[in-house]
């Protein structure tokens, strides 16, 4: 006769959280609401560059949570978390998740061109490689990344965080518009829960070197546009949309996205735009010089975060925050 196995014990100190120096504040923020101490690690460098890790404390038959995004620099983030993973592994934890708050590389998730890898895949694989039993991710930018692990991922969304935020400020006469056909389905359902209506920017390059034409498919005369995205790099892209949205007779333009990204010349761009508001998360650590542009704000994801930890922690069901 088949037995069941026992439901994973829920006691404080068989649940711990590791952060590497990616973002280091949202951990302490996501230890806040769980109740319980960042976990102590040292990371260093030799003279060489050559970086060591060693964890601090025991953590025999403990659920190991590191979180840590893949943000710049991203391959140094991507090596601390590596060896963090690698350093419980053999220190006897239990079970190590990877909580990515961002996935690096993940806008390479196939191959669009001759002669060039899937980094997202690759990626992956190295996750697993080191140790990772489980992962924990938010705003994959494509959903399939999912499929390049060959273990468990819960992939969360920052959508209530948003919703939430617009529903109190309640805009009237709202337009949801996606940047690009590829984010039609994250705009959609935003619009779903906020009840309104669906906008799409549709963006042809005619030749090399000419600025994209926008066709704006939708309604957005007269209308407050609020631009959706899992992402904002440069932000080039964000103000063309933007501004086509203003001359097709929008009212004003907000723009959301999950990860700030934020290279380049990307504050420029948005300081000099006529975006009223962009919201992002604190995925990525936000600069000095980003937290000072009141047209930036930033909302914490650390409470949706650490409810998809305990509920991975305590084995009960985490599709509640599948929003």
């Given at each position: 006769?088949?037995?069941?196995a026992?439901?994973?014990?829920?006691?404080?100190?068989?649940?711990?959280?590791?952060s590497?120096?990616?973002?280091?504040?949202?951990?302490?923020?996501?230890?806040?609401?769980?109740g319980?101490k960042?976990?102590?690690?040292?990371?260093r460098?030799?003279?060489?560059g050559e970086?060591?890790?060693?964890?601090?404390e025991?953590?025999?038959?403990?659920?190991?949570?590191?979180?840590q995004?893949t943000?710049?620099?991203?391959?140094?983030?991507?090596?601390?978390?590596?060896?963090?993973?690698?350093?419980?592994?053999?220190a006897?934890?239990?079970?190590?998740?990877?909580?990515?708050?961002?996935y690096?590389y993940?806008?390479?998730?196939?191959?669009?061109?001759?002669?060039?890898?899937?980094?997202?895949k690759?990626?992956?694989?190295?996750?697993?490689r080191?140790?990772?039993?489980?992962?924990?991710?938010?705003?994959?930018?494509?959903a399939?990344?999912?499929?390049?692990f060959?273990?468990?991922?819960?992939?969360?969304?920052?959508t209530?965080v948003m919703?939430?935020?617009?529903?109190?400020?309640?805009?009237?006469?709202?337009?949801?518009?996606?940047p690009?056909?590829?984010?039609?389905?994250?705009a959609?359902?935003?619009a779903k829960r906020?009840?309104?209506?669906?906008?799409i920017?549709?963006k042809?390059r005619?030749a090399?070197?000419?600025?994209?034409i926008m066709?704006?498919?939708?309604?957005?005369?007269?209308?407050?546009?609020?631009?959706?995205d899992?992402?904002?790099?440069?932000?080039?892209?964000?103000?063309?949309g933007?501004?086509?949205?203003?001359?097709?007779?929008?009212v004003?333009?907000?723009?959301?996205?999950t990860?700030?990204?934020l290279?380049?010349r990307?504050?420029?761009n948005?300081?000099?735009?006529p975006?009223?508001?962009?919201?992002?998360?604190?995925?990525?650590?936000?600069?000095?010089?980003?937290?000072?542009?009141n047209?930036?704000?930033s909302?914490?994801?650390?409470?949706?975060?650490?409810?998809?930890?305990?509920?991975i922690?305590?084995?009960?069901?985490?599709?509640?925050?599948?929003?």
């Open positions: 006769m088949a037995t069941t026992p439901r994973r014990q829920s006691k404080p100190d068989r649940l711990k959280v590791f590497g120096q990616a973002n280091q504040p949202l951990a302490v923020e996501i230890c806040a609401a769980l319980c960042l976990g102590a690690a040292s990371i460098r030799f003279s060489d970086m060591c890790v060693q964890i601090q025991n953590v025999r038959g403990v659920d190991v949570f590191v979180v995004p943000c710049t620099p991203v391959e140094r983030s991507l090596l601390e978390l590596l060896l963090m993973i690698d350093a419980l592994k053999r006897s934890a239990d079970r190590v998740t990877a909580v990515l708050p961002y690096g993940a806008r390479q998730d196939r191959k669009d061109r001759p002669r060039v890898p899937i980094s997202a690759l990626i992956a694989s190295i996750l697993e080191a140790g990772a039993d489980r992962i924990l991710a938010l705003d994959l930018h494509a399939q990344i999912q499929g390049f060959d273990i468990p991922v819960d992939h969360l969304f920052a209530p919703i939430e935020y617009f529903r109190d400020k309640a805009l009237t006469h709202l337009t949801v518009v996606s690009d056909a590829g984010g039609v389905e994250r959609r359902a935003f906020l009840g309104c209506p669906l906008a920017i549709d042809r005619e090399p070197n000419e600025a994209d066709h704006i498919i939708g309604r957005v005369k007269n209308r407050n546009c609020l631009m959706v899992d992402l904002i790099d440069t932000a080039g892209t964000l103000v063309k933007a501004k086509a949205l203003l001359d097709h007779g929008a004003s333009v907000t723009a959301c996205a990860h700030a990204v290279s380049g990307a504050l420029e948005i300081e000099g735009s975006i009223r508001e962009v919201v992002l998360t604190n995925s990525i650590p936000l600069s000095r010089r980003a937290r000072k542009i047209k930036i704000r909302l914490s994801v650390a409470p949706l975060l650490a409810s998809a930890i305990r509920s922690h305590e084995e009960t069901s985490v599709s509640t925050l599948f929003v």
